[in-house]
Structure formats: structure tokens, C-alpha cells
């Protein structure tokens, strides 16, 4: 262990205060490098964790993401995604990972829809997500269409995965089962 020394303050040695001071900062740091790591742990880090079937959920409108692994770089996991159905017209964009979270700028055709008219205008959408909540943002910056001033503009997002496999509970073979759930029966003792 390695000790630190101080000055002394109006003639009393802080050396002690600076000790202990030094195992709170050790434990708080420790705490931290723990917590962050259950965190990485429990989040999607490989792109093909993340593959599947979603239901996104912008406001009240709702769309379909396929979502593949693309491949790339080992070290910052990318997928790639493909909206389908709901309003928007069919896009196409590639996430990566960083720091929890899941990054994408997608060109979208119809980017921005002027309401009272019903056009649309092409432009980047920004969406992230964090990795394990599934919750985050969708933005983009008008430039001054459908006679709105220039600003970002932002939406909360969800994905729900929608493709996960039921497995059926496992049955014992020749195990007596209850004729309306098909449960297996309590052995008797």
C-alpha cells in the first residue's frame, strides 16, 4: 500500500487525514469499476445479441426493425437496420455501440413531413438507444421547411423486441399432466 505524506496545516499533521481520505477514494473507485462493469455485463455487447425483430415506438406511430450484425470491427459492435411498415417510407442505416449505447445516422427520405401539406423532405436522423433499456431519442435539424424556423427537433423512442422464442416448460416423460394446461402434476409422496 502506498502512503501519502502532507504538509501540516496551522501545525497538525493531515498525513492520517489524507490516508484515509485515499482508502475512501479506493472504495468509491472500486464501487464505480464495479458497477460500470455489471452494467457492461448485462448489455447487448455483441451485435448479435442485439439481432432480432423490434417494434419501434416514436410518439404514436409505430414501425418494424430487422436487425442484423454488419459485421466490421471486433472491437465496436455494429448492426445493421432495416425499417419496415408504419407511416415512413423504408430505410436502411448501420448502429454501433458506444459507451451503452447504440448510435445511428440514417438517411431517411422522408426525414422531415410538412403536416399541412403531406410532403416530405429528405434528411440524416440521428437514434440512439441505450443497450439494455431499449429507450432513447430520435433527432433531426430542420433547416427552415414547411415554413418552420430552424431548430432540432427530437422524439423519444422504444424498441421492443418481438421475436423471442417461447419455450414450452419441460415435461417429464409418461409424467401424469392436468388435462386443461397440460401441466405436469405434482409427484405424490
Same mark, same amino acid.
Given at each position: @500500500? ?7 496545516? $496551522?501545525?497538525?499533521? %493531515? ?12 472504495? @468509491?473507485?472500486?464501487?464505480? %469499476?464495479?458497477? =460500470?462493469? /455489471? ?13 432480432? #425483430? ?11 426493425? #430487422?436487425?442484423?450484425? !454488419? +459485421? ?5 459492435? !455494429?448492426?445493421?437496420? =432495416? *425499417? ?17 449505447s447504440w448510435?445511428? *445516422? ?7 413531413? !410538412?403536416?399541412? #401539406? ?5 434528411? %440524416? ?10 429507450? +432513447? ?9 414547411c415554413d *418552420?424556423?430552424?431548430?432540432?427537433? =427530437?422524439?423519444?423512442?422504444?424498441? &421492443?423486441?418481438?421475436?423471442?422464442? %417461447?419455450?414450452?416448460?419441460? &415435461?417429464?416423460?409418461?409424467?401424469? &399432466? ?8 405434482? /409427484? $405424490?409422496?
Amino acid at each position: @500500500m502506498r502512503y501519502c505524506y502532507a504538509l501540516s496545516v $496551522e501545525g497538525r499533521a %493531515i498525513g492520517a487525514e489524507v490516508r484515509s481520505t485515499m482508502k475512501i477514494r479506493g472504495a @468509491m473507485t472500486a464501487s464505480v %469499476i464495479f458497477a =460500470a462493469a /455489471a452494467v457492461g455485463f448485462a448489455s447487448p455487447s455483441r451485435a448479435d445479441d442485439f439481432s432480432g #425483430t423490434y417494434t419501434l415506438t416514436v410518439g404514436k406511430g409505430t414501425a418494424t426493425w #430487422t436487425v442484423v450484425p !454488419c +459485421g466490421g470491427d471486433p472491437f465496436t459492435p !455494429c448492426v445493421h437496420v =432495416a *425499417q419496415t411498415g408504419g407511416d415512413g417510407k423504408p430505410f436502411e442505416g448501420d448502429a454501433h455501440l458506444t459507451v451503452g449505447s447504440w448510435i445511428m *445516422q440514417a438517411d431517411r427520405p422522408d426525414a422531415i413531413v !410538412c403536416y399541412d #401539406t403531406g410532403e416530405s423532405f429528405p434528411g %440524416i436522423v440521428t437514434y440512439s438507444w441505450d443497450a439494455v433499456t431499449l429507450s +432513447g431519442w430520435a433527432g433531426i435539424y430542420n433547416p427552415g421547411l414547411c415554413d *418552420q424556423a430552424p431548430g432540432s427537433f =427530437a422524439a423519444p423512442i422504444t424498441l &421492443v423486441r418481438t421475436d423471442l422464442p %417461447i419455450t414450452p416448460a419441460p &415435461v417429464t416423460p409418461d409424467a401424469p &399432466v392436468t388435462p386443461d394446461t397440460g401441466a405436469p402434476l405434482p /409427484a $405424490e409422496p
